[in-house]
């Protein structure tokens, strides 16, 4: 489905409605305060995620014990 230009004016004309001419500048700036401090906190904080541990070193099998008769 695409979204043609009536749609989004549709979109537009609701919104406004909804949120009134006046409180839509001051939502959108608050969305990209929100933005902002995403990126500005993605890019400081270090990974969180923990480094896998390493692998146990393969040995390999030994062949199966024979006693001599």
Do not use: Q, W
């Amino acid at each position: 489905m695409e979204l043609s230009p009536m749609h989004l004016l549709l979109i537009l004309i609701i919104v406004v409605i909804l949120f009134g001419g006046k409180r839509i500048p001051e939502l959108m700036r608050g969305l990209g305060t929100g933005i902002k401090e995403f990126k500005a906190g993605m890019r400081d904080e270090p990974s969180t995620t923990p480094a896998p541990p390493p692998a146990p070193p393969v040995t390999p099998p030994t062949p199966p014990y024979e006693e001599k008769k």
